[in-house]
């Protein structure tokens, strides 16, 4: 059961606050070694604040041993009611500057409001007097942090951290979600068309195509999430990518297994072929627009390697 704020105590107003300052420090440090390597800017940004909240948690900390003595118990926020719930750090990745300093400024507001309370709930002259003291540092850090943005952002830093973010926005999302519906909608034409023309019956091919486009699908999330950590090629957390490397393998071979609802073995089967035309148009796109695939280059080889398999299932169905 979570305590109210307003039956705080002043020691365990400043127990709270000294232990608020301590992990709002290792937060920003984990913000700073997480973004350093490619972002190594913003990453100063965040050593400067962390070192803030660790000069907060010292003058707290002398505060409390003056006041009540050298044992200071562990009173957390999620202990508390009133307190945002935060998401820890690993769930976050990959972390963009961006999302840091958003992160940051809600912490900045959150502990400024805490302090302006804790000030109220006070009678101790000295305690009250360093709360709102902690209180006006925070809402000064507000003004602190846009100087520091502004020193250490410069535009130059700005247009590389783009840079970097783009490159592993692809590395860490196009690559695998590309691989993904490649895999789907090509792998899947033979079984799904196979069936088809071994059947001529639209609910067997479409019970076909969706096994192959579930089946594939795990397959290739599960093989994306072992390929490689991530710590060194900075292709980012392994199982996130195996997630969009599976369901886009399922959507791209779902994507032709839908039509084989319409009953009509005909009908379902163009729909169904105009529905990879689509497909293999919009993954030669993807490889143009974000892999630097020149176009005749992308188009010529889905396109060669679409027909092929498509070929091969149709000839199998009617062999």
Known sequence: MLKSFKSLSERELL????????EDAHIYGDFADSLRQDFPSTARLFDGMR????KHRQMLTEMYRAK?????PLIR??????????????????LSPDRARSEAESMETETRRFYEKAAQSSTDLSIRTLFLELAEAERGHEYRAQEMIETHI????????????????LLQVV?????????GSVSTLA??????????????????????????????GFAEALSDDGSLTGRGHPWIRGVICGLMTTIGGIGHT????????YVATSVSIAIVIVELAVIAWIRYKYMDTPPLTAATQIVIGGILVFLSGVLIGNS
């Open 51 to 54: 070192e803030e909240e660790i």
């Open 191 to 220: 079984p799904l068309f196979a069936a088809a023309f071994a059947t001529h019956n639209s609910w067997d091919a479409f019970l076909v195509g969706m096994a192959a486009s579930i089946g594939a699908g795990i397959s290739m």
């Open 258 to 265: 839908l039509p084989y609802l319409i009953p009509n073995f």
């Open 15 to 22: 127990a709270l606050a000294i232990h608020q300052e301590e």
């Open 68 to 72: 009540f003595g050298e044992h200071i």
């Open 77 to 94: 926020k999620q202990d508390i009611r009133g307190f945002i719930k935060r998401r820890p750090l690993w769930l976050m990745h990959p």
């Open 154 to 169: 410069t535009a130059e830093v700005e247009a590389h951290e783009a840079q970097v973010s783009h490159r592993l926005f």
């Open 175 to 183: 690559q695998p979600g590309l691989a993904g519906l490649m895999d």
